[in-house]
């Protein structure tokens, strides 16, 4: 099963378009395969409140690892409202095989849609080891390896740190449209050129890395 989350603020964004070409793709291969859309900007998950806090230290304190246990922790009619939200998106992640992340950065890191979706499904030492996660991301400048602005991509090392550290999750394939901003800053007008390269690149990836899962 694909799920498959996007969380840029604009309809028509290339994290968007990115992300629908890879779904299209292991859709294609995975015709009887199930499938789930969340639009993390359009439907915004809520940020987490203290009946959330609540149910995290009752799983932490009873050792609950299990999330199929995890409604154990719910006994006071406020976290039953807090994991009336947490029940449906945890269900998801759960239930599928590849989650597919379409994302931009925002000042350095990730959308806020995004990080709020994180932190409700995430649980004190929880695996979802043996899944594949997939982001696909756009960015308005160059943040890759030997570039000057490399140590402040803090969106694809979050993420990657994040998935190893909480979930266990090693799995992790990054494709990236970088230098968007060419396309608007005349400042950068000279650098048109490469992020078409980089855009270019990132849909043939997309559509091999597709395949690649598609074929395990």
């Known amino acids: ?8 603020a604009r309809r028509n964004s290339f994290s968007r378009l990115l992300s629908a070409e890879y779904a ?6 995975h015709p009887g395969a199930g499938y789930t859309y ?3 900007a359009a439907r915004p998950v809520p940020h987490i409140g203290e009946a959330w806090t609540e149910l995290c230290d009752h799983v932490l304190e009873h050792e609950i690892t299990d999330p199929a246990r995890y409604q154990e922790a719910v006994r006071t009619p406020a976290q039953r409202d807090a994991w009336a939200i947490v029940e449906p998106l945890l269900a998801e992640v759960v239930a599928a095989d590849v989650v597919l992340i379409g994302t931009p950065m925002y000042n ?3 959308p806020s849609s995004l990080k709020a979706w994180l932190d ?3 649980f004190p030492k929880m695996s979802l080891a043996g899944r594949s996660f997939v982001v696909t991301g756009a960015r308005g400048g160059a943040y890759g390896p030997g570039t000057p602005r490399e140590p402040y991509d ?4 979050y993420l990657r740190d994040f998935l190893r550290g ?7 394939t990054f494709v990236h449209a970088e230098l968007v901003n060419a396309r608007l800053d005349p400042a950068l007008a000279h650098l ?5 390269e980089s855009l270019a690149a990132a849909r043939a990836q997309v559509r091999v890395q597709a395949l690649a899962e598609a074929a395990r």
């Open 154 to 157: 803090h969106e694809e090392r």
């Open 166 to 172: 909480h979930f266990q999750v090693e799995d992790v």
């Open 120 to 122: 409700q499904i995430t």
């Open 192 to 196: 048109r050129e490469r992020h078409e």
């Open 24 to 29: 299209d793709a292991w859709r294609a291969a």
């Open 38 to 40: 969340r639009d993390l």
């Open 108 to 110: 350095y890191s990730i």
């Open 1 to 8: 099963m694909l799920l498959h989350l996007d969380a840029s």
